[in-house]
């Protein structure tokens, strides 16, 4: 190390101006640098060769604290789910407006088909009586202003992606084919005019009746959103029987990040 060199070349004639010139060409960052001449002029004198060593190691380590320092304040931010009443919990549906051709209805449990419970809690939403199709819940989430407080610059970065997850069932029966579950992310305007619309697709939980299956995706915000229409769209399948639309939605998440 060139530092090691630096010392064993002093002789006691030598200043403290000698010394910060030598350590100086060193390759060291410029606060390391600093640090050193300013420890070095003020502590070193020509007797103390062997402490001018020690204090440079001294000082080499109080860059590797800061430095540590720095990537420890980088904390993980848990952004909040924008959705009132994502999973019925209110116990109404406050929070949501029906847009569809049939009334989606709160489900405590067995109300549309014995067995079929919330997936958490003592809520959860099911497709209704039909027989209209689809019957569907919206809710608009605010971005600009919002909760979260999104500048115009921040909805422009093409940074910010809308992450989705929901739960779903779908009563089974040997006789009819599975009713299915949709939602949808309508991007809006600050005029509400839409600028996209992107969905899960029409889905079945086919792998345990009763049980829930679970879906996750994030959707890039296009730019100049303002507001976001989450839907949640109950379809009901086979036109003949069965008026009922029998699959089941709980605990919606909508995050932006
Ligand atoms: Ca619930
Ligand atoms: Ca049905």
């Given at each position: 190390?060139?530092m090691?060199?630096?010392?064993?070349?002093?002789?006691?004639?030598?200043?403290?101006?000698?010394?910060?010139?030598?350590?100086?060409?060193?390759?060291?960052?410029?606060?390391?640098?600093?640090a050193?001449?300013?420890?070095?002029?003020?502590?070193?004198?020509?007797?103390?060769?062997?402490n001018?060593?020690?204090?440079?190691?001294?000082?080499?380590?109080?860059?590797?604290?800061?430095?540590?320092?720095?990537?420890?304040?980088?904390t993980?931010?848990?952004?909040?789910?924008?959705?009132?009443?994502?999973g019925?919990?209110?116990?109404?549906?406050?929070?949501?407006?029906?847009?569809?051709?049939?009334?989606?209805?709160?489900d405590?449990?067995?109300?549309?088909?014995?067995?079929?419970?919330?997936?958490?809690?003592?809520?959860?939403?099911?497709?209704?009586?039909?027989?209209?199709?689809?019957?569907?819940?919206?809710?608009?989430?605010?971005?600009?202003?919002?909760v979260?407080?999104?500048?115009?610059?921040?909805?422009?970065?093409?940074?910010?992606?809308?992450?989705?997850?929901?739960?779903?069932?779908?009563?089974?029966?040997?006789?009819?084919?599975?009713?299915?579950?949709?939602?949808s992310?309508?991007?809006?305007?600050?005029?509400?005019?839409?600028?996209?619309?992107?969905?899960?697709?029409?889905?079945?939980?086919?792998?345990?009746?009763?049980?829930?299956?679970?879906?996750?995706?994030?959707f890039?915000?296009?730019?100049?959103?303002?507001?976001?229409?989450?839907?949640?769209?109950?379809?009901?399948?086979?036109?003949?029987?069965?008026?009922?639309?029998?699959?089941?939605?709980?605990?919606?998440?909508?995050?932006?990040?």
């Amino acid at each position: 190390m060139t530092m090691t060199n630096s010392i064993e070349e002093l002789s006691t004639d030598d200043t403290a101006e000698t010394i910060t010139t030598t350590i100086g060409t060193t390759p060291m960052t410029e606060t390391s640098i600093t640090a050193m001449t300013e420890t070095s002029i003020k502590e070193f004198s020509t007797d103390e060769i062997d402490n001018s060593f020690s204090l440079m190691t001294t000082t080499e380590e109080t860059t590797t604290r800061t430095l540590s320092n720095i990537d420890t304040r980088t904390t993980t931010m848990i952004p909040p789910n924008l959705l009132e009443n994502p999973g019925g919990e209110l116990g109404t549906l406050a929070g949501w407006t029906q847009t569809g051709s049939s009334s989606v209805i709160l489900d405590s449990g067995g109300v549309l088909n014995s067995g079929y419970n919330p997936h958490s809690g003592s809520y959860c939403f099911a497709g209704g009586r039909g027989p209209g199709t689809p019957s569907k819940l919206t809710q608009n989430v605010k971005l600009l202003g919002g909760v979260q407080g999104f500048t115009e610059i921040q909805l422009a970065s093409r940074l910010l992606r809308a992450y989705v997850s929901f739960y779903y069932q779908t009563w089974d029966t040997f006789f009819m084919p599975h009713d299915d579950v949709e939602v949808s992310l309508t991007f809006r305007s600050s005029f509400s005019a839409v600028l996209s619309t992107v969905s899960s697709r029409a889905l079945a939980c086919k792998s345990s009746n009763p049980g829930w299956c679970t879906y996750t995706n994030a959707f890039p915000l296009p730019v100049g959103t303002r507001s976001i229409d989450y839907t949640m769209m109950f379809i009901r399948r086979g036109t003949i029987i069965g008026n009922n639309i029998d699959s089941y939605i709980d605990d919606n998440s909508l995050r932006v990040f």
